[in-house]
């Protein structure tokens, strides 16, 4: 009996030298896992975050994209309006060349601005008049008159001795005054005043 008693404290000491042993290896698979799971889901993090970063600068470059096509848009439009409203303009403007106070200013430009050698440039329908003009300021030698329908209304004056040119023209005068009132105008056209 003495083996037998032998034998169970021999597979006693190994039952517990064997549980002690397969605890150790189970905390360190355990420790091995959790490491392994800690390490995968910081990978996972990183590249989530990524390319969520990288869907976001998507976005961010996409919508910077669409707003400056907007702005574009919203710029050729307004361009076209204002256009329309100027050539709207140029067309109203045609019935004021008719007008006694139309030729009025016509003399008071030739009056003032007109001497010898002088080209005035003018358009087709306003040369009978600008003749009649001149012919009213005496003394005045080497005047040519020349019709361009470039021009709508009012002259160009060609200083030749001295290779100048002045424009009083309409065409001058309304894009002047638009360009100054553009603001104003797209005001009214796009906000209504």
Request: charged share 40%.
């Amino acid at each position: 009996m003495e083996l037998a008693k032998l034998l169970d404290q021999a597979s006693s000491k190994v039952k517990v030298k064997l549980e002690e042993d397969l605890s150790r290896a189970k905390e360190e698979a355990l420790s091995l896992i959790d490491d392994a799971y800690s390490k995968a889901m910081e990978r996972a993090s990183i590249k989530t975050k990524e390319l969520v970063d990288r869907s976001k600068e998507r976005v961010e470059g996409e919508k910077a994209r669409l707003d400056v096509d907007n702005k574009r848009a919203f710029i050729d439009t307004r361009n076209f309006w204002l256009d329309r409203t100027y050539s709207r303009l140029l067309e109203l403007v045609a019935d004021y060349f008719k007008t006694a106070e139309y030729e009025e200013a016509l003399a008071n430009i030739l009056k003032r601005e007109v001497s010898e050698g002088v080209e005035v440039i003018c358009s087709s329908r306003d040369v009978e008049k600008v003749n009649s003009i001149l012919k009213e300021l005496k003394g005045m030698k080497g005047v040519k008159v020349t019709p361009n329908d470039k021009i709508k209304g009012g002259v160009q004056l060609y200083y030749k001795e001295i290779s100048m040119m002045k424009d009083f023209s309409i065409e001058l005068l309304l894009k002047q005054i638009f360009e100054s009132n553009k603001e104003k105008v797209a005001q009214i056209l796009f906000e209504g005043e």
